[in-house]
T-cell receptor, first 112, second 112 residues
């Protein structure tokens, strides 16, 4: 039982490049989330998907797009990376509202 | 505005020296409060959920309590392996139904 798996673990991009962060969960959870974590800022919600086929903006969605490919997979795309997007990105999944969320191991992204 | 504040930012304890971490929150209504542990380079790991004032949960050396305005994570006789960042998050009523608001965490170091 792998839980929540994120790829890649590390990535360096040049300004303007694009990339997709992948996330998959094997717990049959309905909801999935993308967060970014920056020093002194805490975890901030970028986008979430309450169920397969739906996505909604979180607190800091600008510069990102998401796709809920199926119930298992939720990807985050940076179309034109900027240095301000240097961060650690976490994917999470949740079975039901107001229950615990399970997090992946994170993707450390550096944009130069 | 919904807000979560954790204190202290950092705490250094000697092995066996008990203490408490604080999580103060300001929300229009509380669906639930969550405590997570985060080790360096890893994703947050779920510890506890508290839903109503007066509720308490325990796990090994950790005990979480909840009042109408704050939560405490009490650490009794800590060991070096308890060293980590402890995150608090609240799930408020109103706004996006899946929104979790995280504090910036308390970095705990337990010295042998």
């Amino acid at each position: 039982n792998a839980g929540v798996t994120q790829t890649p673990k590390f990535q360096v991009l040049k300004t303007g490049q694009s990339m997709t962060l992948q996330c998959a969960q094997d717990m049959n959870h309905n909801s999935m989330y993308w967060y970014r974590q920056d020093p002194g800022m805490g975890l901030r919600l970028i986008y979430y998907s309450a169920s397969e086929g739906t996505t909604d903006k979180g607190e800091v969605p600008n510069g990102y797009n998401v796709s809920r490919l199926n119930k298992r997979e939720f990807s985050l795309r940076l179309e034109s990376a900027a240095p301000s997007q240097t961060s650690v990105y976490f994917c999470a999944s949740q079975d039901r509202l107001n229950t615990e969320a399970f997090f992946g191991q994170g993707t450390r992204l550096t944009v130069v | 505005e919904d807000q979560v504040t954790q204190s202290p930012e950092a705490l250094r304890l000697q092995e066996g020296e008990s203490s408490s971490l604080n999580c103060s929150y300001t929300v229009s209504g509380l669906r639930g409060l969550f405590w997570y542990r985060q080790d360096p380079g890893k994703g947050p790991e779920f510890l506890f959920t508290l839903y109503s004032a007066g509720e308490e949960k325990e796990k090994e050396r950790l005990k979480a309590t909840l009042t109408k305005k704050e939560s405490f994570l009490h650490i009794t006789a800590p060991k070096p392996e308890d060293s980590a960042t402890y995150l608090c998050a609240v799930h408020p009523y109103g706004g996006a139904t899946n929104k979790l608001i995280f504090g910036t965490g308390t970095l705990l170091a337990v010295q042998p």
